[in-house]
């Protein structure tokens, strides 16, 4: 393998092209953009789809079919890792991140074209339990592939910053999918968006995905699998999954531990605080998911300072900093947010919209730094999405549960303290990696700019 033609190895230095790595950024990000607008779409137009896939007359029974479906992506996300994260470190990030992204735009425009219930019966929740899988099974390949991508293009100084914008690409899509449906609630009637207007966010998936495939296949290998592949082209032994466990396994547990205080702060916030609001606070709908909107256009913003904030003090100071903030915080932040006005509730999940900014900066840069090149893929999709899939897509559904057994209001700033405790000692165990070279790769730095 060459390489890449915009890369120059300048002894045992790399010198990146900026305007290759801003293209590598983007098309990574997109992918993420396009996960999460499924994300959102799917959250917020739950109640629809009971009604097209699952008409048992119970809206309670359509809700709870509905996100079951939802919920069975997250089963299969480790096994996504297993094949898509071993089989990156073997042929390359940037043909499985084309695949991913095929997989991806494949089910969720699926989902689009599926028949309702009334039309084919059973065959429709079986079509969309299918489409979900598929998408499940790609996203376990496709954020730690992305995250990776990133940063072996990025140059050690500022692997934070360009890290960064996967997880801006996170809110964009999500703050998309929200968006939209939101929109189309206003403008169509309950009958109209039955019958056809729900299927348009799925049917974009589209063209988003070919735009996206576009920009993945345009772009070359990652200069550190360049040379990696280099180093013994014709006799370089498989990478056995075995290898990216055992052989990594103190690693994986600091990443699994750093993705589940990630995790669990990010779906909380996101994906149980609307649901939170409504339910159990009995606040208006719409006025819940703006300020959910809001936090996240917030978090946007900051994003990217955060993210250079992490190569100029370090990865460790910026996480550990969200792990207090959590631990200190979510009980005072929860009871404004119980207090119920528009503005304490939006200072609430504003506080904690910014101390979940201290992991979605810094985690796209910290965690491929925890593993070598020769196995980075592999070992971070399996300990991201085993972790994902254990607390992070489970946390809606635990702190529900841990409220109606103890009536306690008040359990998800406690889950979230808990959370913060142990990325608290992951943060503790783990090496600075800010300005260094990733492990098993060469220094990189950033050449000039083209005038």
Known sequence: MKTPRAVQAHGDVTVTDPALVKRAVKAAALGNAMEWFDFGVYSYIAVTLGKVFFPSGNPTAQLLSTFGAFAAAFLVRPLGG???????????????????????????????????????????????????????FSTGGEYAGASTFIAEYAPDKRRGFFGSWLEFGTLAGYIGGAGLVTLMTALLSSHDLVSWGWRIPFLIAGPMGVIGLYLRMRLEETPAFAAEMEKAEASRPKVRLREMVAGQWKALLLCMALVLVFNVTDYMLLSYMPSYLTSELKYDETHGLLVVLGVMTLMMIVQPF???????????PVIAAGCAGFLVLSVPALLLIRQGSLFAVALGMGALGLLLVCFTAAMPAALPALFPTRVRYGSL???????????????????????GATGN???????????????????????????????????????????
Request: net charge positive.
């Open 306 to 316: 955060a993210g250079a904030l992490t190569d100029r003090i370090g990865r460790r």
């Open 409 to 451: 209001m008040m359990m998800p700033a406690y889950y979230m303290m808990a959370a913060a405790v142990v990325g608290g000692v992951a943060v503790w165990r783990m090496s600075e990696s800010a300005g260094l070279p990733l492990p098993g790769s060469a220094p990189s730095v950033e050449g000039r700019r083209a005038p």
């Open 82 to 136: 297993m094949v898509f994260g071993p089989l990156g470190d073997r042929v390359g990030r940037q043909k499985v991140l084309a695949l991913t992204m095929i997989m991806m735009a494949a089910g969720t425009f699926g989902i689009g074209l599926i028949p309702s219930y009334a039309s084919i019966g059973v065959g429709a929740p079986l079509l969309l339990l299918a489409a979900r899988l598929v998408q499940g």
């Open 381 to 403: 999709s399996i300990g991201f999405n085993v972790s994902v899939s254990l607390f992070g897509g489970t946390t809606p559904l635990v702190v529900t549960a841990l409220i």
